[in-house]
Structure formats: C-alpha cells, structure tokens
C-alpha cells in the first residue's frame, strides 16, 4: 500500500475504531454498573439514563472537536458502537429480550464492519455511504418492518419468542454470511465496490481465487444469508419468508446485470470462470448468453 493510501486510510479507521470502542465501553459501563456495584437508586439513573446522556455528551465534544468527513464517520460510529454495547447488555439476560440483544449486536457489526472493511481493503472509494446505512428507502422499510413484527409478535405470543435454540441457529448463519461477505472484500481488494460497475477501471481484474474460487458472487452469498439469518434471530417467521423472496429477487437480477458488464470486461475469460463456479446463491444462474454468443 502506498503513501497516500495509508495517509486516507489510517485515520478513518482509526477514528471509526476509537469512537465504536468508545461509546461502546461506555454504555457497557453503564449497563452493568448495577450488577457490579450492587443495585441502588442511584445506580438506577446511571444504568438506564447515562447511555443516552454520554451517548450526548460524547455527541457533542465530537461536532466541535472534529469537521467533514471525520465528524461524519466519528459520529457513526459512535451510534453503532453503542448499538453494539446495548444489544450486548440485552443479549446476556434470560428473556425474550435476550433475541433482540442478538439481532442489535448483529446489526451493528454489519454496517461497521462494512465501513472498516472499505477503509483497509479500498480506502479510494471509501466514504460515509460504506457504512451503508442509508442503502436504501426499501432496506430501511424491511428493517422497520421486522420490527414491527417483533414486537407485535412479543406483545400478543411471548412465548413466541423465547425458543432461543432457533434465534441462535440465525446467530451462526450471521456469522457465515459475515465472514463470506467479508472474505469477498479482502479477496478481490480494489476490485470490489458497493456498486455494479458499468465501466472497466485500467486496474479492474477479475478474481477467481480464494473464496471466489467457492462461488462466483460471494458477497452477495454472504449478504443474502446475513438479512434471513437476522430474522431467524428475531424468530420472525413471516419476515423469515419475505427476507427470503426479497433478497433472492433482488440478488437475482443484480446478479444478471453485474454479470452483462462482466462479460463485456472480460469476455471469454469471465465465461470460463462462469462454467466452473456456480454463484452460489440458490437457483440463480447469472446471466448465460445464447450459444451463438449473442446477448
């Protein structure tokens, strides 16, 4: 890695790895100040209201210590940090609470990991959107609507969600989707972006080793399997399906039209690479052009 790639790298991640650990400790410091130190009065405010007045504090040193583009990265992860820290706090209890612990940790962890992810594997496209959070007004719609789920469907059948053999089942598939999507990343390096590529870079190749050399769309794998896992969490079983269908639609024709651009890239060398590696998503075959070639 050159000069200027460590001098853009370093400090996002550094300042997205500071202020994550940071409010993190602090809310885990506050959470479990009670069972620590033994339950009072006092304690009661320090645990339950003092992550949101450090969580404001914390806020407010970094929009008057930090500007741009490192106020922006600071302050996500700060949140995402102590989504983290609450979703920890929520997982060690032994009631339905304990699902929705899971699933914040989960959460969390994807969307930092996406930015830190970028930041140490293709700092030159790295911005505030690889955090992804805002990936789109559809994204946002399914995570509220599982929510919603979630708690309508704790409110009316409690016992619903208690089975936590089953949210821990989404746990595993979590954390295969994570470390599938992630080895993606660090696999192809510069040659991955969080969006379909419509013109080939003078430096874009085509990877075909490591986990590439398992599927052909690992990213993507890891993606799919991460979204119905987090409802699996969450022992949502009509989110379970429609995260199902949604994410395969979605996958499906991105898929297609990645691969139309592939093909233009690299031609033959990407239809060779085609015949031997599946994409690895579930009854999708990519784009397959017509025997004769034609598109």
């Known amino acids: 890695m050159d000069m200027i790639s460590m001098r853009n790298i370093c400090p996002a991640a550094k300042h997205a790895l500071l202020c994550f650990s940071l409010s993190g400790l602090v809310f885990i410091v506050s959470f479990f100040s009670a069972s620590c130190l033994g339950f009072t009065s006092e304690l009661w405010a320090l645990t ?14 970094l929009r008057y210590s ?63 959107d690889s955090f992804i959070l805002n990936h789109s007004v ?11 789920e979630a708690a309508v469907e704790y409110y009316f059948f409690p016992n ?12 595993i598939m979590c954390i295969i989707g994570e ?10 390096k510069t040659n991955f972006n969080h969006h379909v590529q419509t013109v080939k870079k003078d430096d874009h190749q085509l990877v075909t080793h490591g986990v590439y050399s398992l599927c052909r769309h690992p990213s993507y794998v890891g993606w799919f399997y991460w979204s119905i896992g987090t409802q699996i969490i969450l022992l949502n079983p009509i ?6 269908l949604v994410s395969w639609t979605f996958f499906n024709e991105r898929v297609f039209a990645e691969e139309m651009f592939l093909i233009s890239f690299f031609g033959s060398q990407y239809l060779e690479y085609q015949k031997k590696v599946g994409t690895g998503l579930p009854f999708i075959k990519g784009y397959i052009p017509d025997v004769d070639g034609s598109w």
Not at 48 to 61: D, K, R, V
Not at 100 to 127: C, D, I, K, Q
Not at 179 to 188: D, E, G, L, N, Y
């Open 48 to 61: 339950y209201w003092g992550p949101a007045l450090y969580f404001c504090l914390l806020n407010f040193i």
């Open 160 to 171: 619903m969600k208690t089975v936590f053999w089953i949210s821990h089942i989404g746990v």
């Open 179 to 188: 470390v599938m999507r992630k080895s993606a990343m660090f696999t192809a």
């Open 239 to 244: 989110c379970v399906i429609i995260y199902t």
């Open 66 to 128: 930090l500007k741009g583009f490192t106020y922006d990265v600071a302050v996500r992860s700060a949140f995402l940090g102590s989504v983290f820290a609450t979703g920890f706090y929520f997982a060690t209890l032994d009631n339905s609470c304990h699902i929705f612990g899971l699933y914040a940790m989960a959460f969390s962890l994807f969307h930092f990991s996406e930015f830190l992810s970028v930041a140490l594997t293709n700092p030159r496209t790295l911005t505030v």
């Open 138 to 148: 559809q994204y946002w719609v399914a995570a509220v609507s599982s929510w919603i």
